[in-house]
């Protein structure tokens, strides 16, 4: 069974910096790629980012572009999302999600159960 | 990446039939067959329940249907029953190799 576990969120001040994890298990995880998804509190879902299973390649949302990176450990089954300049409206619950087709990242049949970070001074 | 237009809400009876529809561009949803659907109840995590525009993976009701017409995607309920009663977003794979989900539609089982 696949699970994605998330951690590190947290509260932090406008313009600050966090770096979320996600442990993967259940999978060969150095064959999938993975995404971050969002969501604000009350409000719906947002795309994050996707990173390809060797981490050479990255897309992001307008939004995060310039502020956020994400890459992987695959020794560790573990990807990232580092987050700078952090603004109020990047509060939310990340989730981690993956498809379970080697490489791909258009659905998303896994899902954590996400971390949440609140921005706010 | 302007988000895909959901209704906001939309609501049946038990055993009724409830489409939900979800509209892009000809970047997006009229771009490829990437559409796929979620469902989401309060506090849990999304759960996929079609992708490719038309295919349930293994474990979804097949009272969830799917399809597309152009810019347009729809999901459809037939036989609504409560425990149906959740959000349900759309997303769609687009020509910037990203991803856009809809703003999300509650529905309501009466």
């Known amino acids: 069974e696949v699970q994605l576990l998330e951690s590190g969120g947290g509260l932090v001040q406008p313009g600050g910096s966090l770096r979320l994890s996600c442990a993967a298990s259940g999978l060969t995880f150095s064959t999938y790629a993975m995404t971050w998804v969002r969501q604000a509190p009350g409000k719906g879902l947002e795309w994050v980012s996707a990173l390809s299973p060797s981490g050479d390649y990255t897309s992001y949302a307008d939004s995060v572009k310039g502020r956020f990176t994400t890459s992987r450990d695959n020794s560790k089954n573990t990807v990232y999302l580092q987050m700078n300049s952090l603004r109020v409206d990047d509060t939310a619950l990340y989730y981690c999600a993956n498809q379970d087709t080697s490489g791909k990242w258009l659905y998303f049949n896994h899902w954590g159960q996400g971390t949440q970070v609140t921005v706010s001074s | 990446q302007s988000a895909l237009t959901q209704p906001a809400s939309v609501s049946g009876s038990p055993g009724q039939s409830i489409t939900i529809s979800c509209t892009g561009t000809s970047s997006d949803v009229g771009a490829y067959n990437h559409v796929s659907w979620y469902q989401q109840n309060p506090g849990k995590a999304p759960q996929l329940m079609i992708y490719e525009v038309t295919n349930r993976p293994s474990g979804v009701s097949n009272r969830f249907s799917a399809s597309k017409s152009g810019n347009t995607a729809s999901l459809t309920i037939s036989g609504l029953q409560a425990e149906d009663e959740a959000d349900y977003y759309c997303?769609?794979?687009?020509?910037?190799?990203?991803?856009?989900f809809g703003g999300g539609t509650k529905l309501t089982v009466l």
């Open positions: 997303s769609s794979y687009t020509t910037s190799s990203t991803l856009v």
